[in-house]
């Protein structure tokens, strides 16, 4: 699987892209803060967030299509707060068959306003991770005082992501081999299938543990102390990049 199937990031030269990653992070987590604060049927600011949102991602040259593209991935998980439509009292609008459950006027404004906070942070995070590179947003987020084990794991789980995908990649490119049929479709029933699928996550999750041993004493070797440390500091304000330079 090639790197640019997973990375998020859309290179650029916009002042968005530019703009220091640990004041865009910042921002970022204020405007999601904001966005979640607002009190529901609140039509006007939400209306006013998306502009705002549409603005930066005009600035940012990185298309609104993919944003939008991207954020409605979201949208399926939005569904497990259906049930506030049923258990907000209000004004009843419906009852489903059977009558045990009412679907009020408030539960339903309640639930539209979830997904559409909802929607606009997705956005924000997906405009933000199309501008920055992510090394950068680690970098950022260590400087603004997060917790280096929190960072480390994060940049680990970023960076052998593509690995583990190759392996998985593989492990499908030898199942394939192996079940062929000439003149017809190969593999077995159904049954066949997930009994293979469950050997295959088995097999991958053996091969992960085994390569993160070894990767882990390597470092060690290496002096590695869970603190990643960069050659050259950026002082706030510079308009340049790290995963860039």
């Known amino acids: 699987m090639h790197i640019n199937a997973l990375d998020s990031y859309r290179p650029g ?90 679907v009020t006027d408030a539960g339903l404004w309640r639930f539209l306003s979830i997904v559409i906070r909802s929607y606009l942070s997705v956005q924000a995070a997906v405009l933000l991770a199309a501008t920055t590179p992510f090394p950068d ?14 960072v480390a794991v994060s940049g680990f789980l970023y960076r052998y992501l593509f690995v583990l995908a190759d392996e998985a990649q593989r492990l499908l490119r030898a199942r394939e081999a192996r079940s062929a049929a000439p003149g017809g479709r190969g593999g077995g029933s159904v049954v066949w299938r997930a009994r293979v699928t469950g050997a295959m996550a088995g097999s991958l999750f053996i091969r992960s ?36 330079g």
Do not use: C, N
């Not at 999601?32 to 502009?51: C, E, N």
């Not at 947003?137 to 929190?150: G, K, S």
């Not at 390569?211 to 308009?239: F, N, T």
């Open 13 to 102: 030269r916009s002042r968005v892209h530019r703009l220091d990653p640990r004041v865009k992070l910042p921002l970022t987590l204020l405007f999601i803060l904001s966005v979640a604060l607002m009190p529901d049927r609140s039509w006007v600011a939400f209306g006013l967030s998306q502009g705002l949102l549409l603005l930066v991602t005009f600035l940012s040259g990185v298309g609104a299509g993919l944003v939008q593209r991207r954020s409605a991935v979201a949208l399926p998980f939005t569904l497990a707060a259906l049930t506030v439509i049923f258990a907000t009292p209000g004004h009843p609008l419906w009852t489903l068959p059977g009558g045990l459950l009412t």
């Open 137 to 150: 947003l680690l970098w950022a987020a260590r400087a603004l005082r997060v917790p280096r084990t929190l």
């Open 209 to 244: 543990y085994e390569r993160s041993e070894r990767i882990y004493a390597a470092m060690l070797a290496r002096g590695y102390d869970g603190e990643v440390r960069l050659l050259k500091y950026q002082p706030l304000g510079e308009e340049a990049s790290l995963g860039e």
